[in-house]
């Protein structure tokens, strides 16, 4: 067995550190060793984005980086973005238009929503289905997804020119 | 799901990284943006007792754009690369491939230098270097050299990079005229069942110069130099584009998966390239 290194990890904003095999997946670290069980595994073939996390910028599936690879990283999940008292604004969307249904695709779906309303605040509804492809989900037929999404760029929108 | 147990470096060097590969031979694998070498390892169909990160290694990031000349570094991301509009202003069917390439989270990871030094011919980057006649400069003990993409691969999973080297950048000229990226698959994500890319050159009504290369339809890209051939000195119409995709059929070598049998894949090649080529006149 390789040697076991040592692995700093900002989570939500909380510092981690602990000794891990470097082969580790990130996905499980994160469930498994610090008890952030949102983000979930749901293929072995990195296509479905239910592990998806948001590591440095980037929307990263974290069945596809090894825990090594992460060493240092910055990450937020699912549980990062809201509480149930205060949802972020897509959580709070995605209630309201139905964007979900057993729940398992919904921690990944709605991180890499926020990202990529972060870099396109204005999506036109084939720019929202594009830009949510490497995400699977097996309930919703994605339509209420979709309305989710915009709903919330709608609302982030009136929110930040009321601001300005 | 489970890869086998490796020892895990992060070479901050080129150097660094060359002496790790000399060092384990073999045993060693360097990793990019980890997005084909992970699931393999996942399915234990690639065993790396040794794993070199060069995600510390600043000298392979970047685009240089140099007057005409265009330098992509190894890890270069799908992402970066699609973001730069520069890049997109001077090489256009570059960010036209990308976006085709897998999906928003894979091309957050996947590098350019993976794309094209993996070896397999799903990858849709190989085919686009043979069409834009890149220049692949690899890096070993001995310093670097440079291969033409067209001369690079040998067979699915063989290219002539040796162990000991790594592919440090990707290198062209600014292409001139119309172009397009055109990729039949079964899903986003998903390896092309067939793809063309062309680049093409204009001039008074005729093609002056045309480039063609196939993705995923033999066990390497499949520059095909006489299906270019045969469109240049005509006005690219139906004949013409009979022509190129008659030429392009002989050059190529599918073999049937779940993405089809052989003649369903040389149809779908037949149609790509007639619209690519289609695209690329109507942009040129």
Redesign the interface.
């Known amino acids: 067995?390789?040697?076991k290194?040592h692995i700093k990890l900002k989570v939500n904003g909380a510092d981690h550190e602990f000794l891990a095999?470097?082969?580790e997946?990130l996905i499980y670290a994160l469930r498994e060793r610090l008890g952030i069980t949102g983000p979930h595994?749901g293929c072995?073939?990195?296509?479905c984005?239910a592990c998806?996390v948001t590591i440095d910028g980037?929307?990263?599936?974290s069945?596809?980086?090894?825990v090594?690879?992460a060493?240092g990283a910055d990450i937020t999940t699912i549980e990062g973005l809201g509480s149930p008292d205060a949802l972020h604004v897509l959580q709070e969307k995605f209630r309201e238009h139905h964007g979900l249904q057993c729940g398992f695709c919904t921690p990944g779906m709605i991180t890499?929503a926020v990202k990529?309303l972060e870099e396109n605040p204005n999506p036109s509804e084939e720019e929202v289905r594009f830009?949510?492809?490497?995400n699977l989900c097996r309930c919703t037929g994605y339509q209420n997804i979709v309305k989710s999404i915009l709903a919330a760029a709608a609302e982030m929108n009136t929110v930040k020119e009321a601001a300005e | 799901?489970i890869?086998?147990?490796?020892?895990?470096y992060?070479p901050s060097d080129i150097a660094g990284a060359i002496a790790l590969l000399q060092e384990h031979g073999d045993d060693a694998r360097v990793?990019a943006g980890?997005?084909s070498l992970?699931?393999m390892?996942?399915?234990r169909m690639a065993e790396v007792p040794h794993?070199i990160?060069l995600?510390d290694i600043a000298s392979l990031k970047g685009i240089t754009i140099s007057g005409e000349r265009i330098t992509l570094g190894a890890m270069v991301t799908q992402?970066e690369l699609i973001d730069s509009a520069e890049l997109a202003a001077k090489a256009p069917i570059l960010r036209e491939a990308a976006l085709q390439i897998?999906?928003?989270?894979?091309r957050?990871?996947g590098t350019v230098g993976g794309n094209v030094a993996n070896g397999d011919p799903g990858n849709d980057m190989p085919g686009l270097m043979q069409c834009l006649d890149a220049d692949i400069t690899l890096t070993g003990p001995d310093g670097s050299r440079t291969v033409a993409a067209r001369d690079y691969y040998e067979a699915a999973y063989m290219t002539d990079r040796e162990d000991d080297e790594i592919l440090v950048t990707v290198s062209f000229d600014a292409p001139k005229g119309g172009y397009a990226y055109e990729k039949q698959k079964r899903k986003?994500?998903d390896y092309a069942t067939a793809a063309a890319a062309v680049q093409l050159v204009k001039e008074g009504g005729s093609v002056a110069s045309a480039s063609i290369a196939m993705t995923n339809l033999s066990d390497t890209p499949v520059w095909s130099e006489a299906a270019g051939a045969a469109l240049v000195g005509t006005a690219c119409d139906a004949d013409a584009v009979k022509s190129a995709v008659a030429a392009m059929l002989n050059d190529i070598d599918p073999t049937e998966d779940n993405r089809g049998p052989v003649a369903f894949k040389r149809h779908a090649a037949g149609i790509v390239l007639a619209r690519a080529i289609t695209r690329a006149w109507d942009r040129a």
């Open positions: 067995m390789a040697d290194m095999e470097p082969r997946l595994v072995d073939t990195s296509h984005g998806t980037k929307s990263v599936k069945c596809t980086m090894f090594a690879q060493n890499r990529l830009g949510m492809a490497g | 799901m890869p086998a147990a490796f020892d895990y992060r990793i980890g997005h992970i699931p390892m996942k399915l794993l990160d995600q992402h897998a999906d928003p989270q894979v957050y990871m986003i994500g």
